[in-house]
């Protein structure tokens, strides 16, 4: 099963990084498959931990893949999650594009009820894994998907997530401009 949240890692000086990931969840270990370079391979690698945040607002999503990552945290768990698991790096599965670090879930906290995704919560977060792969995917295809993303984002969003949905629309539409020349 693949989780999506948002990770929260920090380097050895104590700076810390927050990106959206699909976890792997296998029985009793989360595994984190980043790509290579990224701050939090770094910063896991460094510090052998990270934290696990379970959050339905969309904009931290958005934020995190549009420049915005000034979201309140206290430690590594960000406010306003609605769980928090604690990590520890166990194993590494070695790989040149994407390795596997294995962790182990030391601590979970449940701080809120998680009350369901809405269709455009789906959407945003769809939205945001295209726009994590602007650079690997053709046009076409991600035109296509936030075409069909697009009526259930219609259909049921809040302001949260029109905010978060703007905001990646944004990221793509200057993606464009700039790879047309």
């Not at 294995?102 to 601590?107: D, E, M, Q």
């Not at 690997?136 to 302001?159: Q, V």
Request: charged share 20%; aromatic share 6%; hydrophobic share 45%.
């Amino acid at each position: 099963m693949i989780q999506e949240l948002i990770v929260t890692t920090q380097n050895a000086a104590g700076v810390p990084h927050l990106a959206p990931m699909g976890v792997h969840v296998h029985g009793d270990e989360i595994h984190i498959l980043p790509f290579r370079p990224s701050t939090t391979l770094a910063n896991l690698l460094e510090t052998k931990s990270a934290v696990l945040n379970y959050c339905d607002d969309v904009r931290i999503f958005a934020g995190c893949l549009t420049g915005r990552r000034d979201w309140i945290l206290n430690g590594l768990v960000l406010d306003g999650a609605l769980a928090h698991s604690e990590l520890q790096l166990v194993r590494i599965i070695d790989d040149d594009t994407r390795p596997t670090l294995i962790c182990k879930i030391l601590n979970t906290v449940n701080h809120a009820p998680f009350m369901g995704f809405n269709r455009a919560q789906f959407a945003v977060l769809e939205a945001a894994i295209l726009v994590s792969r602007l650079h690997m995917l053709p046009l076409e295809k991600i035109d296509s998907e936030i075409a069909y993303l697009k009526i259930g984002l219609d259909k049921t969003a809040g302001e949260r997530e029109l905010e978060a949905w703007l905001c990646l629309m944004d990221v793509i539409e200057t993606f464009k401009r700039e790879n047309s020349k």
